[in-house]
């Protein structure tokens, strides 16, 4: 809980705090203490002149957390496509938007090509701990032997692709925003055309986004793969083009719920759900039989 004073005068509000964390790995950082991030808003809010942030952590505690994978065997050997989404959701909601959203369509997508000889094996993976920063995906690609890595073709991400103002993002490989963390890996680029294809075969809107440093493509873009993602918005503010575009609502968040009890079932776009659930099934299928 954090409670705002400015100026010396006590605020009757409360601020919820988004995330408190230690680095899964504080020897690699030169972060050693517990890392607190809130929402832009909330900064904004603190950032004012003789504002006072008082913060309560509990006791810390250690947690085991699972990932979950499955795969289809392909006919080639050596050649495997990734595609995963967090199955975790903030502590302070259900995470239905955040991440039932993309963890479902994943899972419909893996059971819809149960019964498919794919020529690529796929390989889904439901990862922990992405709220706490992407721990667990990041524990899976460290576990990687070299050869291991070698084998995996490219990572498809799919997390928040339902939002209740959605705009849908395709994630720009190039960084052409510069915005983002870099240039990806060779490759990612074409997965975003691959979207983009799709999107434009059923006249459906999209919009070019950098990558940032908030999902599970991270830790393998860090290691070289190439990587692509679907998203439809957390909590930015749409435009006024957007708006225009997807037909949304230009100056609210694109998910208002984001990180927040209210993010339930009734949080969720069927719609934009529908349709994106859609194309992560074209990418992944159009993957699987790829020759190259």
Not at 65 to 80: F, I, K, R, T, Y
Not at 100 to 129: D, H, I, K, Y
């Amino acid at each position: 809980m954090i409670i705002l004073i400015k100026d010396g005068i006590f605020i009757e509000e409360h601020l919820t705090v988004d995330r408190i964390s230690l680095l899964p790995d504080a020897s690699a950082s030169n972060v050693t203490i517990p890392v607190v991030a809130t929402s832009i808003a909330n900064g904004v809010a603190l950032a004012q002149p003789g504002s006072e942030a008082f913060l309560e952590v509990p006791e810390a505690q250690r947690l085991v957390q699972h990932n979950v994978l499955a795969e289809l065997p392909g006919s080639a050997d050596g050649q495997v496509v990734m595609a995963g989404a967090h199955l975790d959701s903030f502590l302070a909601g259900p995470g239905i938007s955040d991440n039932g959203s993309g963890s479902a369509a994943l899972l419909e997508t893996a059971v819809q090509m149960a019964g498919m000889q794919p020529r690529n094996s796929v390989r889904f993976a439901w990862w922990a701990a992405e709220e706490a920063g992407v721990v667990g995906s990041t524990a899976y690609v460290d576990s990687l032997t070299e050869a291991e890595l070698g084998e995996i073709a490219l990572y498809l991400n799919f997390d928040m692709i339902a939002s209740p103002n959605p705009a849908t993002f395709f994630y720009v490989g190039e960084n052409s925003e510069r915005a983002g963390v870099g240039e990806s890996p060779m490759g990612s680029a074409a997965i975003e055309k691959v979207f983009e294809s799709y999107y434009a075969s059923l006249n459906l809107p999209f919009e070019g986004t950098d990558m940032g440093r908030g999902s599970d493509f991270l830790p393998f873009k860090e290691a070289g793969v190439p990587v692509g993602a679907l998203f439809t918005g957390a909590e930015e503010i749409m435009t006024k083009a957007q708006a225009a575009l997807f037909g949304g609502q230009a100056g609210e968040p694109y998910d208002h719920c984001y990180h927040l009890p209210c993010d339930t079932i009734d949080n969720i776009d069927m719609e934009i759900l529908d349709a994106n659930t859609d194309a992560i099934a074209y990418a992944v299928y159009h993957y699987a039989m790829q020759e190259e």
